[in-house]
């Protein structure tokens, strides 16, 4: 997984996207890509049945409520309706993960492309 990930991490960073760095201490369970128009690359992928999900855990939902901040709040929603998750467990190989990033960067323009034009 640690390969798996650092293998999108530079993939990824060369196509300026944004996602979660991680330690080299840690073992990650997915790859957090964080991208606009999420929901409809989400849905894309999984028709293709692709290995990938937006879930991510709402914080909010853990703590008192006036406690936290708006500023938190408003993070916390920006991240989960942003967050891509790729599976990067022992099934997937650097094949897989090169076509689901190409995959990613083509719907990403395509749907950019779209918007600037309309």
Known sequence: RRNNHKF????FS???FN???RSDKTVPWRFNLFINNRDQI???LLNENIKISSWYPNLGF???FNVINKNEKAIDN?????ILNIWINEEIDK???SNISRRIIQLYDDINSFIKYN
Do not use: A, C, I, W
Not at 8 to 11: H, S, T
Not at 78 to 82: A, E, G, T, V
């Open 62 to 64: 853990f703590f008192d």
């Open 8 to 11: 999108l991490e530079n993939y």
């Open 19 to 21: 996602f979660l760095h």
């Open 95 to 97: 094949q897989y993960l």
């Open 14 to 16: 060369d196509n300026n």
């Open 42 to 44: 989400l849905k894309t």
């Open 78 to 82: 920006d991240l989960s309706k942003k």
